[in-house]
Structures are given as structure tokens and as C-alpha cells.
């Protein structure tokens, strides 16, 4: 099994979400954050007075999938939310060793 984290933009959610249900991907974590990579936030003027957003806004997508799904979810995210452009996120891979469904102890991929 494998754990994909995805840092996206938070206006490429919906075009994410929907090319992971095209490839059959039906459960995922959804959480709004704040960060900063390279991009280092960013300035605004608001009435009249500029000042330093440094944490941006964010959308982390979190899934464990099937090992043979893993690969197909990774493409589908890169092709939904890729700019081109700083700041577009990152999308971090693990290796997971089990996972139980608390409620009938199913275990592994069973409990996905």
C-alpha cells in the first residue's frame, strides 16, 4: 500500500478531485493549510497599507491506495494541478505497512 500526500492550489481541487475519481480513486482526506515553499508568501495592499502574506493557502490531499493505483493517482494529480508556475504544490510518497478498519478489524488492503 502507499500513502500520497498532495499540497495543492487551492483552485486546482476540483480539477484534482475529479481526475482521481475518473482513474477510481474513492476515499481521501481532505484538510486546508497554510505554507510556504520557494514562493516565500507573497504582498498585498490593503486599504492603502502593503503587508507580507507569508502563508499561503493550501489544500493537502492525503489517500493510501493499492501499490497498482498508486501510479495512475500520481499522473492524475500531476496533470490536474501542474501551472507551470511556483507554488503549484508537491505531492509526497510512503510506504505503508498495514491499515485496519476499526470497525470490523478488516486488515491491509481489505480496510482500504
Request: net charge neutral; glycine share 10%.
Amino acid at each position: 500500500m502507499t500513502k500520497i500526500e498532495a499540497i495543492i492550489q487551492p483552485s486546482k481541487f476540483e480539477a484534482v478531485k475529479e481526475g482521481l475519481a475518473e482513474i477510481g480513486v474513492d476515499g481521501m482526506t481532505v484538510t486546508d493549510v497554510r505554507g510556504h515553499g520557494r514562493q516565500k508568501g507573497h504582498t498585498e495592499v490593503y486599504r492603502g497599507r502593503e503587508y507580507t502574506v507569508d502563508l499561503v493557502p493550501k489544500v493537502k490531499i492525503e489517500m493510501v491506495l493499492p501499490d497498482d493505483l498508486a501510479e495512475k493517482a500520481i499522473n492524475a494529480i500531476l496533470s490536474s494541478a501542474k501551472t507551470g508556475k511556483i507554488g503549484d504544490g508537491k505531492i509526497f510518497i510512503s510506504r505503508i505497512d498495514d491499515a485496519i478498519r476499526i470497525r470490523n478489524d478488516e486488515r491491509g488492503q481489505a480496510a482500504l
